[in-house]
């Protein structure tokens, strides 16, 4: 289904202001008459300003205007296109999906990557998460014979590695003969076997930021007890420069190049994913730094030899 004309609108307009950084009402009207939404029919202010309104409504992301700059505009709060924002993601999921259905004609020649099965259980979960109610679910691990059920509140939700996940907080007080329990634990779509909404309302902790809990993990993998470290890494030949463009982690930075190799630190849980991401990547890194971590990597790398 196309992108309604009036999203279209409103993409090109925040594509547009984002990449000039600072820009005029007539600087986008140039631009704006160069393209083909426009007709030939300029943007007029009163049309400018609605469609700016239904930006900041829509997807949270407020135009402002510099006055003592020559009435240029800009985004007023650029940290939410970041690459890992949900309005980032929502730009570019229409963005792309626009661009795909005006190309219907190619679609046997436009290859596209899914999110696993569970994605069902998306809208149900935003709608806990608006509502502050708990959710119940029916969930079977990887191996367990039987389903489990458990309820918990909804903090967040992440899609990591063409997988959804849900990240729950258990919280309950103590009482005779119970005591009390508070921690978080993260469940995968794709293993939920049934899920629902429970009338009972939770009051959601006012210091909890999402990006902040998972912000020094690699995915998903928090509290596996692995402490956050320094790590370095040398990668050779081509690999070097697609590190460069698609960093692994937020913290990663070149601090070395040479002819044939760079090498990259990074600030991070050295969990059992990042470690098979690592793995993944082959002949093509060495481990510099933690020692312990380039000898897991190496008797994995002996391992999958011998079998």
Same mark, same amino acid.
């Given at each position: 289904?196309?992108?309604?004309?009036?999203?279209?609108?409103?993409?090109?307009?925040?594509?547009?202001?984002?990449?000039?950084?600072?820009?005029? /009402?007539?600087?986008? @009207?140039?631009?704006?008459?160069? $393209?083909?939404? &426009?007709? =030939?029919?300029? %943007?007029?202010?009163?049309?400018?300003?609605?469609?700016?309104?239904?930006?900041?409504?829509?997807?949270?992301?407020?135009?402002?205007?510099?006055?003592?700059?020559?009435?240029?505009?800009?985004?007023?709060?650029?940290?939410?296109?970041?690459?890992?924002?949900?309005?980032?993601?929502?730009?570019?999921?229409?963005?792309?999906?626009?661009?795909?259905?005006?190309? /219907?004609?190619?679609? @046997?020649?436009?290859?596209?990557? $899914?999110?696993? &099965?569970? =994605?069902?259980? %998306?809208?149900?979960?935003?709608?806990?998460?608006?509502?502050?109610?708990?959710?119940?679910?029916?969930?079977?691990?990887?191996?367990?014979?039987?389903?489990?059920?458990?309820?918990?509140?909804?903090?967040?939700?992440?899609?990591?590695?063409?997988?959804?996940?849900?990240?729950?907080?258990?919280?309950?007080?103590?009482?005779?003969?119970?005591?009390?329990?508070?921690?978080?634990?993260?469940?995968?779509?794709?293993?939920?076997?049934?899920? &629902?909404?429970?009338?009972?309302?939770?009051?959601?902790?006012?210091?909890?930021?999402?990006?902040?809990?998972?912000?020094?993990?690699?995915?998903?993998?928090?509290?596996?007890?692995?402490?956050?470290?320094?790590?370095?890494?040398?990668?050779?030949?081509?690999?070097?420069?697609?590190?460069?463009?698609?960093?692994?982690?937020?913290?990663?930075?070149?601090?070395?190049?040479?002819?044939?190799?760079?090498?990259?630190?990074?600030?991070?849980?050295?969990?059992?994913?990042?470690?098979?991401?690592?793995?993944?990547?082959?002949?093509?890194?060495?481990?510099?730094?933690?020692?312990?971590?380039?000898?897991?990597?190496?008797?994995?790398?002996?391992?999958?030899?011998?079998?």
């Amino acid at each position: 289904m196309k992108t309604p004309e009036k999203f279209k609108e409103y993409i090109w307009l925040v594509n547009t202001i984002h990449k000039a950084r600072r820009i005029t /009402l007539a600087e986008i @009207n140039e631009r704006w008459m160069r $393209t083909e939404m &426009s007709e =030939g029919i300029p %943007l007029s202010r009163t049309t400018f300003y609605r469609h700016k309104d239904a930006i900041e409504d829509i997807f949270g992301i407020y135009i402002d205007c510099d006055r003592q700059d020559g009435y240029k505009y800009y985004i007023g709060n650029d940290e939410v296109l970041q690459e890992d924002s949900v309005q980032n993601w929502m730009l570019s999921t229409l963005s792309v999906s626009n661009i795909i259905s005006e190309g /219907l004609s190619l679609q @046997n020649r436009i290859l596209l990557e $899914t999110a696993s &099965s569970g =994605g069902e259980y %998306l809208p149900l979960v935003i709608e806990a998460m608006k509502k502050n109610v708990r959710v119940k679910i029916s969930y079977q691990r990887y191996g367990a014979e039987e389903s489990k059920v458990l309820d918990f509140e909804p903090y967040c939700i992440k899609l990591f590695d063409k997988r959804w996940y849900v990240l729950g907080r258990f919280r309950r007080d103590a009482s005779e003969g119970r005591e009390a329990i508070d921690y978080f634990a993260i469940f995968a779509f794709d293993r939920i076997r049934d899920l &629902s909404l429970t009338d009972v309302k939770f009051e959601m902790d006012p210091d909890f930021d999402a990006a902040s809990y998972f912000s020094d993990s690699f995915g998903v993998v928090v509290h596996d007890g692995t402490e956050k470290e320094r790590i370095v890494i040398r990668v050779f030949g081509q690999e070097r420069y697609y590190l460069r463009d698609l960093p692994i982690h937020h913290s990663q930075r070149e601090i070395a190049q040479h002819d044939d190799y760079s090498d990259f630190e990074l600030s991070l849980r050295p969990t059992i994913d990042f470690t098979r991401h690592l793995l993944g990547m082959g002949n093509t890194i060495q481990v510099l730094s933690p020692t312990w971590l380039a000898e897991q990597l190496r008797n994995m790398h002996l391992d999958a030899a011998e079998r």
